[in-house]
């Protein structure tokens, strides 16, 4: 299984730093890679919606509500690092109304209302006028073993640009290692985007019906 230790040192390996055993040593590499990590991980867990990392959660009201804007206040959980999308929004992408769908759609040159989920990120709670509020969204995932491994290289490639130039001193070696990143993170996305199957979409019967 791949350890923190194993990651740190993969990107020490593409720095041409020297390998350590433990984030708590007083060398130069140790000290860059552990003051890295967490942040780079949550970075770039935070950057695309990677399978290993999605949740799912259906959140409590608050007992405060908004003062004004919106009607209900829910509390995001303690590991979320982005909320994907609200249950409406996934319904509306299934009718093919688009995740961005605003409640109006026209029809024969006429505007017609569907409900739509709006909210608004606050803090550490999400704002919504829906009295039920359920969220796809990317969690804080520190257990190495879940990582995908397309992740786990990619993960790497990253530390090692943040800590390349604390390690080399070299401005050209971060650029380096930043158009090797561009290319793995496009392989990554691409094998993210494959698992599972194809969301199949289909038109809204309630669109049918009124035409």
Same mark, same amino acid.
């Given at each position: ?17 020297? #390998? ?11 000290? =860059?890679?552990? =003051? ?8 770039? $867990? ?6 290993? =990392?999605? %949740? ?34 996934? *319904?509306?992408?299934? $009718? ?35 009295? %039920? ?33 604390? @390690?080399?001193?070299?401005?050209? #070696?971060? #650029?380096?290692? *930043?158009?090797?990143?561009?290319? $793995? ?15 199949? @979409?289909?038109?809204? $019967? ?6």
């Amino acid at each position: 299984m791949v350890a923190p230790i194993d990651i740190c040192n993969a990107a020490l390996m593409r720095v041409g730093g020297n #390998a350590i055993t433990s984030l708590t040593e007083n060398t130069v590499a140790a000290k =860059a890679c552990n =003051a890295s990590y967490d942040i780079v991980r949550r970075d770039l $867990l935070r950057s695309h919606p990677w399978n290993f =990392a999605l %949740k799912y959660a259906e959140l409590a009201q608050d007992a405060t509500k908004p003062i004004f804007g919106y009607d209900f206040s829910f509390t995001l959980p303690s590991d979320c690092l982005r909320v994907i999308s609200t249950a409406e929004q996934e *319904e509306n992408n299934y $009718l093919g109304l688009g995740s961005d769908f605003n409640g109006f759609v026209t029809i024969s040159s006429s505007v017609d209302y569907a409900m739509s989920d709006q909210y608004k990120i606050i803090g550490r709670h999400i704002y919504s006028n829906n009295n %039920k509020m359920l969220i796809k969204y990317i969690s804080d995932v520190e257990d190495t073993s879940l990582f995908d491994p397309s992740f786990i290289e990619l993960f790497a490639v990253r530390l090692a640009m943040t800590i390349s130039y604390k @390690i080399t001193g070299s401005v050209q #070696a971060r #650029a380096d290692l *930043e158009r090797e990143f561009q290319y $793995l993170l496009t392989n990554a996305m691409q094998v993210n985007g494959q698992e599972g199957t194809r969301e199949r @979409i289909e038109r809204s $019967l309630w669109l049918v019906s009124r035409r």
